[in-house]
């Protein structure tokens, strides 16, 4: 595989990808193709940025150094440090095209945002008090690839922002940081022992393990508390949701939670199309 396609993380794209799906449906008539598509963009090349920044910081730190999940450029030798900073500030500078191109069409507001997304993308492993080495890296993704992602992506399309915007925003928050939270329990051994305190590092192994079960459960709660009978359709997604728990709930460790982080992609692409359908249906 390319090393830069590698450095990306493709298993981690589907949290940038589900909450533009699933509001992009929220906003029925008033669905715009081309805002959706900028909105898309912008999402896709921040969470491109902030993988590539986290493996620049964490490479330059060395707290990469006996990592087990996918191969990091930095710490691996694959590219050289500056040259994998640099694309991650290729990666935010696209992200800040199509968001401004977006501001012009919508509002200057969308500015203000963009540059606080990026702030948090570099701040989560970058910077001398990096808050993903502190356990608030699950906050800002809900924030950012839940809350701003979802209800961003409906407000480009509407000029409006709704309660239920909010409430659909809550299960893509969930599943990204399902995403990270799977993360750092495979990371966890290796973490705690160069003093990145990341949640599953604070709240330990079992309390880790509940707490990403917990997060799959409130997706699912979530999407029906939408109170559209069709929402009931993401429960077609349960068997999946069933599956990945009960292996996590089992002990799978290190290695073996790769496939499985995997999965919690998947489940995330599947349960924003399905989310998609129901809240299309009138």
Not at 177 to 205: E, F, H, P, W, Y
Request: proline share 4%; glycine share 10%.
């Amino acid at each position: 595989m390319n090393k830069w396609i590698l450095g990306a993380r493709p298993r981690t794209l589907p949290a940038a990808i589900a909450p533009v799906v699933v509001a992009s449906a929220l906003a029925g008539p008033d669905f715009n193709w081309f805002r959706a598509a900028l909105a898309l963009k912008v999402s896709l090349w921040l969470q491109i940025g902030v993988n590539f920044a986290n493996d620049y910081s964490d490479g330059i730190k060395g707290t990469d150094t006996h990592r087990i999940g996918p191969t990091r450029l930095v710490a691996s030798g694959l590219a050289s440090a500056k040259s994998v900073k640099t694309a991650a500030f290729v990666a935010f500078g696209i992200a800040s095209i199509c968001g401004l191109w977006l501001a012009i069409l919508t509002s200057p507001i969308l500015i203000a945002v963009g540059v606080l997304s990026i702030a948090a993308a570099w701040g989560y492993t970058g910077g001398r008090k990096p808050y993903g080495y502190s356990g608030f890296g699950e906050v800002s993704v809900f924030l950012f690839f839940g809350i701003v992602a979802t209800v961003g992506t409906f407000y480009v399309q509407t000029q409006t922002i709704t309660l239920r915007s909010f409430i659909v925003a809550i299960p893509m928050g969930a599943l990204s940081c399902a995403i990270l939270s799977i993360n750092n329990l495979r990371d966890l051994a290796q973490d705690a022992l160069v003093g990145k305190k990341t949640l599953a590092v604070r709240m330990g192994d079992a309390q880790a393990r509940r707490a990403f079960v917990a997060l799959l459960v409130l997706a699912h709660t979530a999407a029906i508390a939408t109170f559209k009978p069709s929402a009931l359709l993401t429960l077609l997604a349960a068997p999946l949701t069933f599956s990945i728990a009960r292996e996590v709930m089992r002990g799978a460790t290190g290695a073996a939670l790769i496939p499985l982080l995997g999965k919690t992609g998947k489940l995330q692409l599947l349960f924003a199309a399905i989310f998609a359908v129901g809240l299309a249906i009138h």
